[in-house]
């Protein structure tokens, strides 16, 4: 609140967090952005234990702290803006024109670098990056050695079941969901929408991650991490902004890893750059292995998106009796990396799903302007578990109301049904506004298929399923208690 208080006044010219290397880190930043040096004197630096040297001031990650840059003269009106906040605020240094960061304590010069040898001009720490032996052998998949199931149902059942699928309910419902009485859309859709106070806009936020697409391409598992979150924030109707990433990798020391991670950040700056949806933020955990053994690469993207008019945003669940539902997108004969693979047959292989990111941003531009019209009941992401698991919970929330839809074949019922191909929607609306979603997806050369409508209390798919809703639903949502013993 001090912060935000001072940013609305012209006493301030530069604000940044302490995070990873503390003073250090922020005050060399804020110099370099600036192409000025900077003078720090440590002595009136507030310190929590005292005895501290001025390396572990230098260093020190301690929480909830800002730097700033005050016009001279205007130091007295900062502080008193934090006094008033009950915050302390100490004059720690000032800005020179020479270029270098020094560093005085207890009347001693301790430190001086040019700033630029920290920041632009660092050297570049390259370990050796080799792409692991058995990545070609992981990505072989031969569609003839996967058995069909005998049971579709079940199958699905399985699936809604499984870890990856299973409702979350047993862990958001033991949390304050509200936040500050403005939460427009709780968890357990597409991604969380919240008002911003005093006006009209919301902001969606969702964070995403597939760490078996990265296990089986690290590249295009990063990708895909990307488009699910904003895909996501398109699902509410909000416009993906910017992305933070938390790159999760084994010992870098490893060529392997070492290629992985590089793979998994040229994936997010590809579509970063794609999407327009520009970095602001994260972080990079390596060592993450247990007895020598590394965690798949796990690149988690967080993404916020705005939405301009917040009773424009839309769910995932079905609204009403004898709408059309409606898959906007291609499906592909893809199997490779699915949940359906894993659960089902106990396999991590083949090829994640293909992308194609101009189409993805073309299926963007539709459903956002479908809801700024107000053309859709209901949007949602098709992704892990496919079409059958998208359907199904689009029916598992709101009124609960269930679907029967036609499938067109032309690919095995297991690809159609469970595949996890990208860059698709599946929504909801009324007949009447059909045929301006027909002209919204002809114009962006985005495929519409109609499957079929809202009814009953059951989920039939073609002539494969047909589930009792409510049963299918409280399996669904009482998977992970049941793991966890809850």
Request: aromatic fraction near 6%.
């Amino acid at each position: 609140e001090a912060c935000l208080e001072l940013m609305q006044t012209d006493d301030i010219v530069a604000i940044q967090d302490m995070g990873a290397a503390g003073l250090t880190s922020s005050s060399l930043e804020m110099a370099g952005r600036g192409g000025m040096g900077m003078v720090l004197e440590l002595d009136a630096v507030p310190l929590r234990e005292e005895g501290m040297t001025p390396y572990e001031i230098l260093l020190s990650e301690s929480q909830e702290r800002m730097l700033l840059v005050a016009k001279a003269g205007r130091e007295a009106a900062v502080q008193a803006v934090f006094a008033r906040w009950d915050l302390e605020a100490a004059v720690v240094g000032r800005l020179t024109d020479d270029g270098v960061f020094r560093a005085r304590w207890r009347g001693a010069e301790v430190c001086a670098l040019p700033v630029a040898a920290l920041t632009e001009a660092a050297p570049v720490y390259r370990r050796p990056a080799e792409e692991p032996w058995r990545l070609e052998e992981l990505q072989r998949l031969d569609p003839a050695d996967i058995p069909e199931p005998a049971d579709y149902g079940q199958t699905l059942v399985r699936l809604l079941e499984s870890p990856n699928l299973c409702a979350r309910e047993w862990v958001y419902r033991q949390y304050d969901q509200l936040v500050g009485g403005n939460t427009v859309v709780r968890p357990g859709g597409d991604a969380a929408v919240v008002r911003i106070e005093g006006t009209r806009r919301a902001l969606a936020l969702t964070v995403d991650c597939n760490s078996r697409y990265c296990r089986l391409d690290p590249y295009l598992g990063a990708v895909l991490a990307v488009v699910e979150a904003a895909r996501n924030l398109v699902a509410v109707g909000a416009r993906p902004l910017a992305v933070s990433d938390c790159l999760n990798y084994g010992n870098p020391e490893k060529p392997d890893v070492m290629w992985e991670f590089q793979q998994g950040v040229q994936g997010i700056r590809d579509a970063c750059v794609a999407l327009e949806t520009p970095v602001v933020s994260g972080n990079v955990s390596f060592y993450n292995e247990t007895e020598g053994r590394n965690i798949p690469p796990t690149p988690t993207i967080a993404m916020v998106g705005l939405l301009d008019d917040v009773e424009a945003h839309l769910t995932p669940w079905w609204r009403a009796e004898g709408d059309v539902i409606a898959l906007l997108g291609r499906t592909r004969e893809e199997l490779g990396g699915s949940e359906y693979l894993a659960v089902v047959h106990g396999l991590v292989r083949g090829a994640p799903p293909w992308i194609d990111l101009e189409a993805e941003k073309r299926l963007h531009r539709v459903c956002l302007a479908a809801a700024e019209e107000r053309l859709l009941r209901s949007l949602h992401d098709v992704g892990e578990g496919g079409l059958a698991v998208a359907l199904a919970e689009c029916s598992f929330g709101g009124p609960g109301l269930g679907v029967r839809v036609d499938l067109e074949q032309g690919m095995r019922t297991d690809a159609l049904l469970f595949g996890e191909s990208q860059s698709r929607m599946l929504c909801s609306l009324r007949r009447r506004h059909l045929g301006r979603l027909r002209d919204l997806a002809r114009r962006e050369d985005v495929p519409l298929t109609i499957l079929g409508e809202v009814r009953g209390r059951s989920l039939v798919i073609g002539d494969a399923i047909d589930l009792p809703l409510e049963a299918t639903r409280e399996r669904w949502r009482r998977a992970l208690e049941r793991r966890l013993g809850g």
